[in-house]
């Protein structure tokens, strides 16, 4: 059975860190680039990094540029989303996703598979 699943969030304050883990089962992770996502309380879903198939190339949002830093792992089938930094407008709930497309950039429309997600809190 495939299956993303998310891990490592919680509540920080302003300026702490997290790190957040996706594992994988079910498909051939090193075929696929992995992304993570976030939705803010009433807001929608938006994009934050995605890595591609071996790790080579990595994207991020602006917004989270020098702060968080996205890696896999294809031996543990684990994707990984060191969060430094972190202010509370990073507060959300934390998607990771897969796309099996060669090139993918993680655009949030193309995804195939997703996991259900964990709450990052950070209080300011």
């Known amino acids: 059975q495939l299956q993303l699943v998310e891990s490592g969030g919680g509540l920080v304050h302003s300026g702490g860190s997290l790190r957040l883990s996706c594992a994988a089962s079910g498909f051939t992770f090193s075929n696929y680039a992995i992304g993570w996502f976030r939705q803010a309380p009433g807001k929608g879903r938006e994009g934050v990094s995605c890595?591609?198939?071996?790790?080579?190339?990595?994207n991020y949002a602006e917004s989270v540029k020098g702060r968080f830093t996205i890696s896999r792992d294809n031996a543990k089938n684990t994707v990984y989303l060191q969060m430094n930094t972190l202010k509370s407008e990073d507060t959300a709930v934390y998607y990771c996703a897969a796309d099996r497309h060669p090139s993918s950039t993680c655009e949030l429309r193309n995804m195939d598979y997703w996991g259900k997600g964990t709450l990052v809190t950070v209080s300011s």
């Open positions: 890595i591609s198939r071996t790790g080579d190339i990595t």
